[in-house]
T-cell receptor, first 110, second 113 residues
Framework: TQLLEQSPQFLSIQEGENLTVYCNSSSVFSSLQWYRQEPGEGPVLLVTVVTGGEVKKLKRLTFQFGDARKDSSLHITAAQPGDTGLYLCAGDTNAGKSTFGDGTTLTVKP | EAQVTQNPRYLITVTGKKLTVTCSQNMNHEYMSWYRQDPGLGLRQIYYSMNVEVTDKGDVPEGYKVSRKEKRNFPLILESPSPNQTSLYFC????????????FGSGTRLTVV
């Protein structure tokens, strides 16, 4: 079983601050995704990264895939209260299996 | 609208009474998968299917069955539910697993008493 360690587990910041969430593994993944999940709802895909060293930007969110395709980070610039939620990373093998991190609960205070 | 539809949304049942949670997608995706989500344990993969008639075990398959007789449907079957299967269940699909991400259903909250 591949493991994805996500950190921090909880993060509480003030509006306007920057933050970074990390996702680390000893396993190599064919792709890695980041999701956001609201309570009681299914995760919603934010981004997929597939190439080692890849960087993708989605407005104030920046996603990076490690060169060895074992780790990833999510950086949010100038966080807003609307960014509050549970952020999940997930890694895929091309054999069909997927592994999720335990999530980071982000709270952005006005 | 492109979506993954799970039914029922909520279910309370008794130990040992067989049940099926349905999952259907309208995006012609080849790959489908089931997960359970428990507090402190995150999302764990139960079974997945790379295509019609092809299914494989995920990390926590014990007590569950699946079938993939047609591309759009991927039901999850609990032959004899037990209280430790009380959980929030999600179905997901992808057009190309390992390259594109997943579209998730809204979830099924199952309670086994």
């Amino acid at each position: 079983t591949q493991l994805l360690e996500q950190s921090p587990q909880f993060l509480s910041i003030q509006e306007g601050e920057n933050l970074t969430v990390y996702c680390n593994s000893s396993s190599v993944f064919s792709s890695l995704q980041w999701y956001r999940q609201e309570p009681g709802e299914g995760p919603v895909l934010l981004v997929t990264v597939v190439t080692g060293g890849e960087v993708k930007k989605l407005k104030r969110l920046t996603f990076q895939f490690g060169d060895a395709r074992k780790d990833s980070s999510l950086h949010i610039t100038a966080a807003q209260p609307g960014d509050t939620g549970l952020y999940l990373c997930a890694g895929d093998t091309n054999a069909g299996k997927s592994t999720f991190g335990d999530g980071t609960t982000l709270t952005v205070k006005p | 609208e492109a979506q993954v539809t799970q039914n029922p949304r909520y279910l309370i049942t008794v130990t040992g009474k067989k049940l099926t949670v349905t999952c259907s997608q309208n995006m012609n995706h080849e790959y489908m998968s089931w997960y359970r989500q428990d507090p402190g344990l995150g999302l764990r993969q139960i079974y997945y299917s790379m295509n019609v008639e092809v299914t494989d075990k995920g990390d926590v398959p014990e007590g569950y069955k699946v079938s993939r007789k047609e591309k759009r449907n991927f039901p999850l079957i609990l032959e004899s539910p037990s209280p430790n299967q009380t959980s929030l269940y999600f179905c997901a699909s992808s057009s190309r697993q390992g390259y594109y991400g997943y579209t998730f259903g809204s979830g099924t909250r199952l309670t086994v008493v």
